[in-house]
């Protein structure tokens, strides 16, 4: 069975650095695409970026360029958002999502629970 | 970057009644790269539609998809109560991956 299962949520102040991960399991985890969407408090799905974990490659959404770090660790079977520095514009709910297929253009197919990531002083 | 546009906003029907939901790119999406999500409250997006037509693995008949070129089309043939949520569209075909806004399906 594929699963992904997602960090607990996390609370933190403005400024601070921030990496939630997304292990997956079920699958030869190196072969599928994931991503990652952002929800926003009660607002829509927003695409931020992918990462082929056999070798890395990461795209990203022109919105989000700059502003997070997808990566991978395959020896574990984990992907990774992380921030350096984070806004109170960060607060939302992050999904990790794997693909339906090895191809990149598919779309996401098995979601993780989600991490609450709220930024407050 | 292809914007989705979804309409209605929210959609309110009864249980047994069909729903017509639309999603309008802002430029061409081959059919074989557009998706439709729903999502309850609470919940992950789950995958209904890919491809424009093809339902995802377990969901049901009553859920169909159509369209091409810019106008794609959720419908719902004979509403459950548990169909009632949000529905986004989805774009594969380029990046970045765009969803629509959402329509909210709700009781009437």
């Known amino acids: 069975e594929v699963q992904l299962v997602q960090s607990g949520a996390e609370v933190k102040k403005p400024g601070e650095s921030l990496k939630i991960s997304c292990k997956g399991s079920?699958?030869?985890?190196?072969?599928?695409?994931i991503g990652w969407v952002r929800q926003m408090p009660g607002k829509g799905l927003e695409w931020m970026g992918i990462i082929h974990p056999g070798d890395s490659e990461t795209r990203y959404s022109p919105s989000f360029q700059g502003q997070v770090t997808i990566s991978a660790d395959k020896s574990i079977s984990t992907a990774y958002l992380q921030w350096s520095s984070l806004k109170a514009s960060d607060t939302a709910m992050y999904y990790c999502?794997?693909?339906?297929?090895?191809?990149?253009?598919?779309?996401?197919?098995?979601w993780g629970q989600g991490t609450l990531v709220t930024v407050s002083s | 970057e292809i914007v989705l546009t979804q309409s209605p906003g929210t959609l309110s029907l009864s249980p047994g009644e069909r729903a017509t939901l639309s999603c309008r790119a802002s430029?061409?999406?081959?059919?074989?790269?557009l998706a439709w999500y729903q999502q309850k409250p609470g919940q992950a997006p789950r995958l209904l539609i890919y491809?424009?037509?093809s339902r995802a693995t377990g969901i049901p008949d009553r859920f169909s998809g159509s369209g091409s070129g810019t106008d794609f089309t959720l419908t719902i043939s004979r509403l459950e109560p548990e169909d009632f949520a949000v529905y986004y569209c989805?774009?594969?075909?380029?990046?970045?991956?765009?969803f629509g806004q959402g329509t909210k399906l709700e009781i009437k």
């Open positions: 491809g424009a037509s």
């Open positions: 430029q061409t999406v081959s059919s074989t790269y």
């Open positions: 999502a794997r693909h339906r297929t090895t191809s990149s253009w598919n779309p996401p197919y098995y």
């Open positions: 989805q774009q594969y075909v380029s990046s970045p991956q765009t």
């Open positions: 079920g699958y030869t985890f190196t072969n599928y695409w």
